[in-house]
T-cell receptor
Framework: SQTIHQWPATLVQPVGSPLSLECTVEGTSNPNLYWYRQAAGRGLQLLFY??????ISSEVPQNLSASRPQDRQFILSSKKLLLSDSGFYLCAWSGGGSDTEAFFGQGTRLTVV | GQQVMQIPQYQHVQEGEDFTTYCNSS?????IQWYKQRPGGHPVFLIQLVKSGEVKKQKRLTFQFGEAKKNSSLHITATQTTDVGTYFC??????????FGKGNQVVVIP
């Protein structure tokens, strides 16, 4: 069966520090991968989307970047965090074709102080 | 681009009562999905609707896709405390990207 791992679960980082969140998927190949951010009490904002290795689509301009060095690995990064980067970050994967349901990781709660 | 709007954004529901949450799109959707996120948790897939006018039921939950495939609804009967959470709809965009609505946060009053 497919599983998705996302870590760390919580993170407190000072302003100006770098960020690296990692997400890996098991049990499937060539998944579509997503990074979402959810502000407190808000909806899901799509940050990045990837259909394959090295293929990254950015949905909104921001202080973050994403990379997909391997088929089932998706990394969210920042060189210098801002206070506004605080939030709940969720990685998700979906298959191709008509099976587009998304499976989410447990999420990372990031607090920038 | 395609936007998916959800109304209402917040609901307080008395335990035992029914409620409905709505999802509207500015463009025709190929399909629509519903997710539930419990407080402190991550979104979990509930169902996908594909056909115009489709109605699907999961116990006390009834999902409907509009005839024009631009709107959808989720109706829950006899609300229980376990129904607390945020319900999201999501429309499929190009390249199978999911565009989520802002969600309907439901609080159940015992």
């Amino acid at each position: 069966s497919q599983t998705i791992h996302q870590w760390p679960a919580t993170l407190v980082q000072p302003v100006g520090s770098p960020l690296s969140l990692e997400c890996t998927v098991e049990g499937t190949s060539n998944p579509n991968l997503y990074w979402y951010r959810q502000a407190a009490g808000r909806g899901l904002q799509l940050l990045f989307y990837s259909v394959g290795i090295g293929q990254i689509s950015s949905e909104v301009p921001q202080n973050l970047s994403a990379s997909r060095p391997q088929d089932r690995q998706f990394i969210l990064s920042s060189k210098k965090l801002l206070l506004s980067d605080s939030g709940f970050y969720l990685c998700a994967w979906s298959g191709g074709g008509s099976d587009t349901e998304a499976f989410f990781g447990q999420g990372t709660r990031l607090t920038v102080v | 681009g395609q936007q998916v709007m959800q109304i209402p954004q917040y609901q307080h529901v008395q335990e035992g009562e029914d409620f409905t949450t709505y999802c509207n799109s500015s463009t025709t959707l190929s399909n629509i999905q519903w997710y539930k996120q419990r407080p402190g948790g991550h979104p979990v897939f509930l169902i996908q609707l594909v056909k115009s006018g489709e109605v699907k039921k999961q116990k006390r939950l009834t999902f409907q896709f509009g005839e024009a495939k631009k709107n959808s609804s989720l109706h829950i009967t006899a609300t229980q405390t376990t129904d607390v959470g945020t319900y999201f709809c999501a429309g499929v965009r190009g390249n199978n990207r999911l565009a989520f609505g802002k969600g309907n946060q439901v609080v159940v009053i015992p």
